[in-house]
Nanobody, 117 residues
Framework: QVQLVESGGGLVQAGGSLRLSCVAS????????LGWYRQTPRNQRELVALITADGRTKYGDSVKGRFAVSGDDAKNAVHLQMNSVKLEDSGTYYC???????????WGQGTQVTVVS
């Protein structure tokens, strides 16, 4: 079974930066992607950003131009650089392993991000 371990959450001031990391114990398939999703007030998980096995990236509309996702294939890791954070970026961020550009069933435990004014 694949495990995803997240780190890097915490408290950050609006306008500041934060970096999240997720390490996967292994990839199930060579075409697996690694990505970040966050819980919405409606209890759904919305895409923040993901990176595919061949380096393509996909971002949620609300974070484009502010967040950057990067991968480290050697470590089966994905990083999320969060810049110019806003109050509405607060929430629980979950790492996910999917296929292609799609969401998968493998989730991390979540890491909390709190943005304060």
């Amino acid at each position: 079974q694949v495990q995803l371990v997240e780190s890097g959450g915490g408290l950050v001031q609006a306008g500041g930066s934060l970096r999240l990391s997720c390490v996967a114990s292994r990839r199930m398939f060579s075409s697996n992607n690694l990505g970040w999703y966050r819980q919405t007030p409606r209890n759904q998980r919305e895409l923040v950003a993901l990176i595919t096995a061949d380096g393509r990236t996909k971002y949620g509309d609300s974070v484009k131009g502010r967040f950057a996702v990067s991968g480290d294939d050697a470590k089966n890791a994905v990083h999320l650089q969060m810049n110019s954070v806003k109050l509405e970026d607060s929430g629980t961020y979950y790492c996910n392993m999917g296929l292609g550009v799609s969401i998968g069933r493998t989730w991390g435990q979540g890491t909390q991000v709190t943005v304060v004014s």
